[in-house]
């Protein structure tokens, strides 16, 4: 049987033909990778915050809504909703628009994939949002409305604050997901960190694919983790005594 | 004296060993004692390896292949030898390959001397050049045509690297972008998000014939780089590789190599039954002439 050969040093080989080292690809990769996912989950954050909220709110119309944009972007696969991002919406849209999409706009796949990373994620920041807000008992709210807020305001200083509180944990989750879901983004284009593994691993440097991969692992194991360390502080800091939500030690 | 009898026995034992060895040695040896053989094939590497409609593995390679399985069988007068089909990918097959998963590898796999570090390659089978498809309608004929304008490349291949090494020599600037996989590539050039997609002509000339308006497409421009494909096989496998290279020979030597190469690309092959359409290039009439299994 043969034997692999194992090559450790072979990121900080030169890519043959160029001036470029196979590490510089990776850092490259790293960076569009946190440059996407932190796009995405501000975008998550705003978006799902919001539709969360109208979720539950007693207007049936708003909350049904919210449940529609929900189900919509919660039930579809993300690569199947970044494909039709990039290539199904700029034909569908009037020639002119369609061709700005297709030739002018800066960047074309790294904002497609922030944006349509960022809704996928929105949806399932929403139904943690919604979450937490039924996890309070009613007396919350009706307490804040007999003080004499009305109703946005009761959820702005009543009922959010305690409702963030309760769900950072699944948060912290959906936060790490970002990043790992990140890697979809190399299907419309986006030179991230899987997609330099895959093309170092091709045709580049096929000899020593092992090494690579398992390089790669450790940066996205090393990138989850420091997520959920930070999100561990935050959820520290942010404890009221007295309450359930105050783990992360 | 006692000591000196072990050893003289152990010697003995490893001597005969080692006869036995030399009859059988590597993968033919690990085959006749499992009574399976695996071939590690693509499932869209059209016309070289690929699934048909049944979901079985078909293809150009795949001919040459099962010629060096039926050599196999022969050799070890194995009639029954059952052979065991994987499916492999362009990042899984070296590490398949060297872990003992697969005996041969049957795709589309480019002999280079990179991979030579790991694998072995039989004498070459095919030989394809790296060029560019274009709209037919984009007037497109040459590298500086390109300049300013974005050029697709499937993840994972080397052709933007020989976009860049024209890149200096005509002094154009490319936009680089990438897709995931050929049909995507393709696509990109189909909608107008690229103006050219660079890759390997076979391939190129599959996804035209594919398309339901092939006249809307046409591959221009010089050879950026020409690449021999190969059967993969493992490392220092001699037995392996001088069965595998004899059976090429002779397919080659006798002209049936002519009629497996019309079967899959002068005429329609499954599953759509549409031709390719590619006749036989100088590079690869050369290497049947010559069979040799240099990399690049």
Not at chain 1, 75 to 93: A, G, H, K, R
Not at chain 2, 219 to 233: D, Q, T
Request: with cysteine.
């Amino acid at each position: 049987m043969g034997h692999y050969q194992w090559n450790w040093a072979i990121v900080f080989e030169q890519v043959a033909g160029t001036k470029e080292y196979y590490y510089q690809w990776l850092i490259t990769g790293l960076g569009w990778t946190v440059a996407t996912a932190l796009c995405a989950w501000v975008l998550a954050l705003v978006l799902g915050s919001l539709v969360g909220t109208l979720r539950t709110v007693p207007n049936k119309w708003l909350a049904s809504l919210a449940t529609c944009y929900v189900e919509l972007f919660r039930n579809i696969p993300l690569i199947v909703q970044l494909f039709l991002w990039f290539y199904v919406l700029p034909e569908v849209l009037p020639k002119s628009a369609g061709f700005w999409m297709k030739q002018d706009m800066p960047m074309p796949e790294f904002i497609t994939a922030a944006i349509g990373l960022g809704l996928f994620t929105s949806a399932r920041v929403a139904e943690q949002v919604r979450t937490g807000i039924m996890a309070l008992s009613s007396g919350q709210k009706n307490a804040g409305l007999a003080l004499g807020f009305t109703l946005p305001q009761a959820y702005r200083y009543v009922i959010l604050p305690m409702a963030f509180r309760i769900v950072i944990p699944p948060m912290t989750s959906e936060f790490m997901n970002v990043f790992k879901n990140s890697a979809v983004a190399l299907a419309i284009g986006v030179t991230e960190l899987t997609f330099q593994m895959r093309q170092i691993t091709g045709e580049y440097a096929p000899g020593n694919p092992i090494e690579v991969m398992t390089i790669v692992s450790v940066i996205y194991l090393i990138l989850a983790f420091s997520v959920n360390r930070l999100m561990a502080l935050i959820e520290r800091r942010t404890q009221v005594p007295g309450y359930i939500s105050g783990g992360g030690k | 004296m006692r000591k000196i009898l072990i050893l003289s026995a152990a010697l003995a034992t490893a001597y005969m060993g080692s006869v036995q060895a030399e009859e059988l040695t590597g993968t033919l040896q690990k085959v006749n004692e499992s009574g399976i053989i695996t071939i590690g094939h693509r499932e869209s590497s059209i016309p070289f390896s690929y699934l048909d409609d049944k979901q079985k593995p078909v293809g150009y390679a795949m001919d040459l292949c099962n010629q060096v399985v039926a050599a196999v069988k022969k050799k070890l007068n194995k009639p029954s030898l059952v052979v065991k089909l994987v499916p492999v990918t362009s990042q899984t097959r070296t590490a398949l390959m060297v872990n003992g998963t697969v005996d041969l590898e049957c795709g589309s796999t480019t002999n280079s001397k990179e991979r030579q570090k790991q694998v072995a390659f039989s004498d070459s089978y095919f030989v394809t050049s790296v060029r560019m498809l274009v709209r037919a309608d984009s007037g497109i004929k040459s590298l500086d045509d390109l300049n300013g304008k974005p050029v697709v490349t499937t993840t994972g291949t080397t052709s933007d690297r020989y976009i860049k090494q024209n890149e200096q020599g005509h002094s154009i600037d490319v936009k680089n972008v990438y897709a995931k996989d050929h049909a995507e590539s393709f696509l990109m050039v189909e909608t107008g998000r690229a103006a050219a997609f660079v890759m390997d002509d076979v391939l190129l000339a599959s996804l035209i014939a594919n398309n339901k308006n092939p006249k809307d497409f046409a591959i221009v421009g010089p050879a950026l780089s020409v690449e021999p494909y190969g059967i993969m096989m493992r490392k220092d496998d001699p037995q392996l590789k001088r069965l595998a290279d004899e059976t090429l020979s002779t397919l080659y030597k006798s002209g049936e190599v002519n009629k497996i190469y019309d079967k899959w690309f002068m005429k329609p092959i499954p599953p759509k039954n549409i031709t390719i359409n590619l006749p036989m290039s100088e590079k690869l009439k050369e290497a049947i002439k010559n069979p040799n299994d240099v990399g690049i």
